[in-house]
């Protein structure tokens, strides 16, 4: 029996008796333990790994690409549940149970890389940056230091050389994050910090009232960094928007005079570069103009937006970037490089992230080490453990190089005009707005409702049609995608096209399926 | 056609992808899973064709640190993971999720619920709350935001200003988090801190510090706290794993009665609904009230992430493999590893314990034969403080284990040796002995 020879999990039937009795008898106990034979089986290990990719491979790489599979597989969180077994036991289960466990998962969960998956800003199955992903999984490093993750730190180092470039720097700093909403927040205490170096050491107190603006527009990241940051909500102005979901620039110039006639203290205005729900960009020559005339800090955050810099014809939109203090970008979204894959770019060139991070541990960063240590970066980031997020891009920008990655953007810009169009001939479509990005904005209306005069008592029939439409895609599973209400405007449907694997009988079949769902209401 | 553009085909090659995938697959079990085990193998060794990709592919795990989680090379122990070191190949491969929502991510939502119940079940607590969190790092300063939001509500809104000074409290041994120090004798810091205008709020306890991985009192420390009006927050990234071994648990004894915790990578409180009050944004886009389901279901609102990488998924796998009893077996050849490693150094010359470990950090100097019976000397001190980055410098140009070291307090440089890979065997342990006294004996 294996209980001499705790064999965790993994129950291998590799170990035979006469091992056991061989290893009982040369036994080294320590605390009832024994130390003179690897308790897990290796070989299990590694036919478990190889069974369960050749899952992976099957049901969520070769599947789920598939546009005769659905989206998802809907099931009520209660039901769900009991579907699932997901208990933990004081014991293990066996290697054949295990892998039922990992199909489970596979199948009762949304089926992000699908053609037919447009609900968020990412979509899609990207090989390389896929087996990038495996590689640093299996690899499990950490990227504080150069001696425990060489080559991603070298690699971090380079896309975000590269990243820079792109924006129009001659040089800068920057760093991978995990999440958009946490590179905003660096932005935000980096600025911060720059305004009040004092402030690392001896906090808020004493100083005047912080105040920053940032769109009507921008991402609710920047509300949550200002409460984190113990900056206040109330303490964020937002800035009118024009009809286009843009910042309008007199407004923000009418904010700042404000907060100054109030004894605040401005010191950083958030543009966005590609807002969440309407893709709009700030126009950020002029509100560059204004952040120089008061001394404020730009950030731009181009989480969104940012890969539009791939695209000769598109980066136009991002006209102006070069004059931000700090950009956020992720690669993760419209790029396809893996969630997560988020860059904070900086233009200062003085170890500013440093400088307002560090803490100086020495358990890591030893200054008596054979190496060169200013390769150990990892004292710039609020975290210690980090993912090396980089790298997936890296892969990819090998695997693609900038034309590829250009060609990318292109085709989603086509797909997003080519639907945009469809909309305008179709009857019962109506777009938001006009998009210049890949965020389509638009109300479906019932062949019931195309006649109302279009009163309250239309919009909020109108309102009630996108949550249907929705929950009839989802029980069918045939796409999905988001529906918000906004500024007023009552649900609206927001269809983001990104992923190359979608076309254009993709598009029509959106607009026929979201015909079949509510032609009823 | 638009914009001249073939848009009636997907602009992918599935196929060619598929193969690529499949042909990198073989490179990774051979090259990091099968060879990352071997011994024999080195610890560490310093939009273009196919194969120029796949050979990118193996030059990256060449010259990357084999640290890989399960299994695992046995000869690196640089740094303190989470000692249940969730196993990444296989569960992270499946997790490709982002998670805000149930309607993105059905799964995940409740695996993350369940694995939370259960870690909240090991601490003691019968309800509460918590969320996964990139990273020890943040998951405290969550706990710091968490308990400002709690004592004072308004700073959600107004900020800091509308606050008095708050004071921070945490131990001198703290790894990242130098602040006041204070030690069972010295409460009084917290009051000269009331006197001065400043409002006592956090106070933050370790269980298993970075370096000593010394635990905290978590009982006294309690009681001050209660007296005062400050949350305790126990950071017991590094020990909480302790928690799992019937033996051991009792090192965080008391943690069960006392305010939230940070355990295995996530954030733990007994307080349900406060980390949603505290964090949440409603944002419409994503949080719609509209929704086809239950909307309690929607947790994403309750971190300040945005998107969220599904990291339970990774414990889970493992706990289903394994079983609590599994993972506790884990944490007690830890403790016996450190156990062993403890006899055999008092037995050796050279070999001189920092302190007698609590935990499984052994803190450790080496004293090369030609400083042995010299402590008297005057720059005895500045003669060993150069010995671990020797050996260290030796040991990752000969590629055949890594150790770190690091200088601490008035300490001088001295090695911190952690074990938790459970494939390292007693013939591993008796190596790394010897691989330091090979390399450092010429000192």
Known sequence: ?521 | MANGDPLDCPALDKEAGEEFLEEAFRILMEEAVKKGTEVAEKVCDCGEPRARVLERCRDIIRYSVKTCGCPNIPRFSITPCSLITPCPTVTGYVAFLFRYTYEIAPVFVLMEEVVLKKLRELIGWASGDGIFCPGGSLSNMFAMNVARYQRFPDCKRKGNWALPRLAAFTSQEVSQWGAVGFSPGAWEQICNAKSKGAVPFFVNATCGTTVLGAFDPLAEIAEVCSRHGAWLHVDAAWGGSALLSRRHRHLLDGIERWAPCQAVGCNLTPSAGLLQRCHGAHATYLFQTDKFYDLAYDTGDKTIQCGRKVDCLKLWLMWQAYGTRGLEGRVDRAFAYTRYLVDEMKKRPGFQLVIEPEFINLCFWFVPPSLRGRQGDADYELRLGRVAPTIKERMMRKGSMMVSYQPHGTKVNFFRQVVTNPTVTKADLDFFLEEIERLGEDL
């Open chain 1, 1 to 521: 029996m294996i209980d001499t020879v705790p064999a965790y999990g993994l129950q291998s039937t590799n170990i035979s008796q006469q091992e056991i009795l061989q290893r009982k008898k040369t036994a080294v106990l320590v605390d009832g333990v024994i130390l003179n034979g690897p308790i897990v089986d290796s070989k299990a290990g590694e036919k478990f790994v190889e069974d369960a990719c050749k899952i992976i491979m099957e049901e969520v790489i070769q599947k789920a690409t598939d546009v005769t599979e659905k989206v998802c597989e809907w099931q009520p969180p209660e039901k769900l549940k009991k579907l699932l077994d997901l208990e933990m036991r004081d014991t293990g289960e066996p290697h054949q149970r295990l892998l039922q466990l990992c199909q489970d998962v596979i199948r009762y969960s949304v089926k992000t890389n699908h053609p037919r998956f447009y609900n968020q800003l990412y979509a899609g199955m990207d090989y390389y940056s896929l087996v990038a992903r495996f590689i640093t999984e299996a690899l499990n490093p950490s990227i504080y230091t150069y001696e425990v993750s060489p080559v991603f730190l070298l690699v971090e180092e380079a896309v975000l050389k590269k990243m820079i470039e792109f924006i129009g720097w001659k040089e800068g700093d920057g760093i991978f994050n995990p999440g958009g909403s946490v590179s905003n927040m660096y932005a935000m205490n980096l600025a911060r910090y720059k305004f009040c170096p004092d402030i690392k050491e001896k906090g808020l107190s004493g100083l005047p009232r912080l105040v920053l603006f940032t769109s009507e527009e921008c991402h609710y990241s920047m509300k949550k960094a200002a409460s984190f940051l113990g900056i206040g909500t109330q303490n964020v102005y937002f800035i009118k928007t024009d009809e286009r979901g843009k910042m309008i620039p007199e407004e923000l110039e009418k904010q700042v005079q404000r907060a100054r006639k109030e004894g605040a203290a401005p010191f950083l205005v958030s543009a966005t570069a590609g807002t969440t729900v309407l893709g709009a960009f700030d126009p950020l020559d002029e509100i560059a103009d204004i952040c120089e005339k008061h001394g404020l800090w730009l950030h731009v955050d181009a989480s969104w937006g940012g890969s539009a810099l791939m695209s000769k014809k598109h980066r136009k939109l991002l006209h102006g970037i070069h004059r931000a203090d700090s950009v956020a970008w992720n690669p993760h979204k419209m790029l396809m490089a893996g969630i997560q894959c988020c860059a904070l770019l900086v233009k200062d060139n003085s170890d500013l992230l440093k400088k307002c991070y560090s803490a100086n541990a020495s358990y890591l960063f030893q200054q008596d080490k054979f190496y060169d240590v200013s390769y150990d970066t990892g004292d710039k980031s609020i975290q210690c453990s980090r993912r090396p997020d980089a790298f997936k891009f890296w892969m990819m920008w090998k695997a693609l190089g900038t034309t590829g990655l250009e060609e990318r953007v292109n085709r989603a810009h086509a797909l997003a005009s080519y639907l945009v169009d469809e909309i305008k001939k179709r009857e019962g479509f109506r777009l938001l707005l006009e998009p210049e990005y890949s965020n389509i904005c638009f109300w479906y209306i019932p062949p019931s409702m195309r006649n109302m005069e279009e009163g309250p008592k239309f919009w909020e029939k109108i309102h009630r049609v996108a949550p249907i439409i929705k929950e009839r895609m989802m029980k069918k599973g045939s796409m999905m995608l988001g529906y918000q209400p906004h500024h007023g405007k009552v649900n609206f449907f927001r269809q983001i096209v990104i992923s190359p694997q979608v076309s254009r009988e993709d598009m029509d079949l959106l607009l026929n399926e979201i015909d079949l769902l509510g032609g009823d209401l």
